[in-house]
């Protein structure tokens, strides 16, 4: 069983930097790619990043290329999303899942946390 939690939200002004943790307290963590995807109001959820359940491959959105970069510890059972250049467009609640293979399909991801609320100030 997959059981994932986010920190690290919150409130920052347009060109700083967050860093969001996602962890997993189950046993099968490393088996599972990772997904990062972001929800603002009255919006559809969308992707935000991906990564593969060795690391070796990582997706991104065109909107965060270049400012932000995933990355996951299987020993920790912990996947991170570093956000930085942040911009008021970037404000969402920002969830993790997980995935059998790293995509951008909202729907393959099976197992979800509750999400972090971050809000950039301009």
């Known amino acids: 069983q997959v059981q994932l939690v986010e920190s690290g939200g919150g409130l920052v002004q347009a060109g700083g930097s967050l860093r969001l943790s996602c962890a997993d307290s189950g046993r099968t963590f490393s088996s599972y790619a990772m997904g990062w995807f972001r929800q603002a109001p009255g919006k559809e959820r969308e992707f935000v990043a991906s990564?593969?359940?060795?690391?070796?491959?990582?997706f991104y959105a065109d909107s965060v290329k270049g400012r932000f970069t995933v990355s996951r510890d299987n020993a920790k059972n912990t996947v991170y999303l570093q956000m930085n250049s942040l911009k008021p467009e970037d404000t969402a609640v920002y969830y993790c899942a997980a995935a059998r293979y790293a995509t951008e399909a909202v729907h393959e991801y099976k197992y979800w946390g509750q999400g972090t609320q971050v809000t950039v100030s301009s």
């Open positions: 990564i593969s359940w060795g690391g070796t491959r990582t």
